[in-house]
């Protein structure tokens, strides 16, 4: 592996330490317990995509390709497995916190799975131990902007699921989430699938509006509740 592509596994860590700075000296927390337990699950969630990669590998032994195919990996085995592993931790341990009371909360733990999960994730992307790297337009690119998108879909997710816990039906909110994350993930990987460089950018202006969409009202929705 080039050092070029070495270089982009230090985004996520990275990525980990800025944001958590920024929450010490912005907001003066003491306590970073909970995140770190968010990082942790995140990095052990990455186990069900690597079972998923490995059955559907062992069942097609990599030929994708046909279109049904190749949108049935990128779309479930990819994106669904990718974010029903961060959906676990974040619905099922931090959903149940008493300081979990709505998006914002929901973003942040969703954020740090998401930085947790793309920090092993891209690593076994880079070696090649799970995708299908010789089918990528650009893999250099891929790697580098995975972390950040990974944000993105994280966001999407703790949003809505956010919106569940302030809701008597959290079933419809939760699943929401994870939806619209998967897609979100289907979108971005099948870009560097197809070398559709209008997807991409598609998909660079459509994450950047979505996610400060959704962090922006999560951040309101907090304000409001303290009134």
């Known amino acids: 592996m080039s050092i070029v592509n070495l270089l982009s596994l230090a985004i996520s860590p990275a990525l980990i330490v800025i944001t ?6 912005k907001f003066s927390i003491k306590s970073f317990v909970n995140i770190r337990n968010a990082i942790l699950l995140g990095m052990i969630s990455v186990i069900i995509l690597y ?3 490995y059955l559907i590998e062992l069942r097609w032994d990599g030929n994708y390709k046909n279109m049904r195919r190749m949108a049935f990996f990128v779309f479930v085995v990819i994106a669904f497995s990718s974010e029903f592993a ?4 974040l619905k099922f341990s931090f959903f149940k916190l008493k300081n979990f009371s709505g998006p914002l909360e929901g973003v942040i733990y969703s954020i740090y799975i998401g930085l947790g999960f793309s920090m092993v994730t891209s690593v076994l992307y880079a070696f090649g131990i799970i995708g299908s790297t010789d089918k990528f337009h650009n893999f250099t690119l891929f790697l580098y902007t995975f972390p950040i998108a990974n944000l993105v879909f994280a966001i999407s997710m703790g949003f809505f699921v956010g919106m569940a816990k ?3 039906n959290s079933f419809i909110d939760a699943s929401t989430g994870l939806f619209v994350a998967t897609f979100f993930h289907g979108l971005f990987y099948f870009g560097f699938i197809t070398s ?4 991409l950018i598609f ?4 994450f ?3 996610g400060t969409t959704f962090l922006v009202k999560s951040v309101s929705i907090k304000l ?3 009134k």
């Open 196 to 199: 559709d460089i209008r997807l």
């Open 86 to 89: 961060k959906f676990i931790p």
């Open 203 to 206: 998909d660079a202006v459509g």
């Open 208 to 210: 950047t509006i979505i």
């Open 20 to 25: 958590i700075l920024y929450l010490k000296f």
């Open 166 to 168: 302030m809701r008597r």
């Open 51 to 53: 079972i998923a990669n």
């Open 224 to 226: 409001e509740d303290r």
